[in-house]
């Protein structure tokens, strides 16, 4: 991986591709908080298994959304073929689980591409991206080395932060999601 050093747009599927490559193939459990402005937020938990293309996303105050078996399932919007990486598009809290898939990276479709990749703490990656269209609109993406799995993302004016990684066994049924309001800022892991 190129680090501390400027990119161009071409350069931003390699990025990717590398970043991919950091996953092990497991089905993993995240949680976390998705902040929209300084006072609204909701906590959230993603059960995601890309081996077996499946992910279930249980928010704060909303109802569940998943993936299964070639089907997104939206309770405001009904049941809808699709891919497992276009199930994601919506949604920037389950894409955390699978970064390269992101629309960040460069590719035809993506509006931004990765402009710089550098080491931050002891095992995080951090990515900074550049508009296409306005090199001043920029946005940030921390990645775990350990496990290539996003633990923060600042874009739009919105964060998502993980606060919580675990593997989960195929067969695991989890309990209920519960939220336990933060009482602090959550202090970065790098």
Known sequence: MRFDELLTRPDGPAIAEELAALRRPARYVL???????????SQFRVDVDEAAQTWTLVRQRAKPVSYRDGVLHDPDDGPIEVSFARS???S???????????????RATDDVHPILVQHVG????????????DPAFRSTLVIDERDG????SYEYGEAT??????????????????????TDWIRPQY
């Open 31 to 41: 949680e976390g908080i998705h902040q929209e402005s300084r006072q609204t937020y």
């Open 92 to 106: 920037p809290v389950v894409r955390m689980a699978v970064p390269d898939l992101m629309l960040r990276w460069g």
């Open 88 to 90: 994601m598009v919506p």
């Open 149 to 152: 799995i996003a633990r923060r």
């Open 122 to 133: 002891h095992h995080s990656i951090l990515v900074t991206f550049e508009h296409g269209e």
């Open 161 to 182: 932060i993980i606060t919580s990684v675990r593997t989960a066994e195929p067969d695991e049924v989890l309990p209920r999601a519960r939220f336990v309001q933060p």
